[in-house]
Nanobody, 115 residues
């Protein structure tokens, strides 16, 4: 069982920055893949970024030049640094962890970008 707790969301103006954190209840080196997803009102949940157990990162094209995913294995924490935020980035952001063919989700943290 993996528990994930996100934090760092909030209200920011367009062009601003936020850093989301996701703290896992287990050693993240035991988690095959961790990622960030987001879901805007009326839309499906979509992938934003992933980081593998080996530290390989991947970001979707819409955020690739603005967001960075990273981790601190000593703190069992994965981060999503979001720069140059746009109103269309407004969503509830969820942390996910894939371990032993199961996916675990955090409760989400709301990001609102005003124009």
């Amino acid at each position: 069982q993996v528990q994930l707790v996100e934090s760092g969301g909030g209200l920011v103006q367009a062009g601003g920055s936020l850093r989301l954190s996701c703290v896992a209840s287990v050693n993240i080196r035991s988690i095959n893949l961790m990622g960030w997803y987001r879901q805007a009102p009326g839309k499906e949940r979509e992938l934003v970024a992933t980081i593998t157990v080996g530290g390989i990162t991947n970001l979707v094209d819409s955020v690739k030049d603005r967001f960075t995913i990273s981790r601190d294995t000593l703190k069992n924490t994965v981060y999503l640094q979001m720069n140059s935020l746009k109103p269309e980035d407004t969503a509830n952001y969820y942390c996910a962890a894939d371990q032993w063919n199961r996916r675990y989700w955090g409760q989400g943290t709301q990001v609102t970008v005003s124009s």
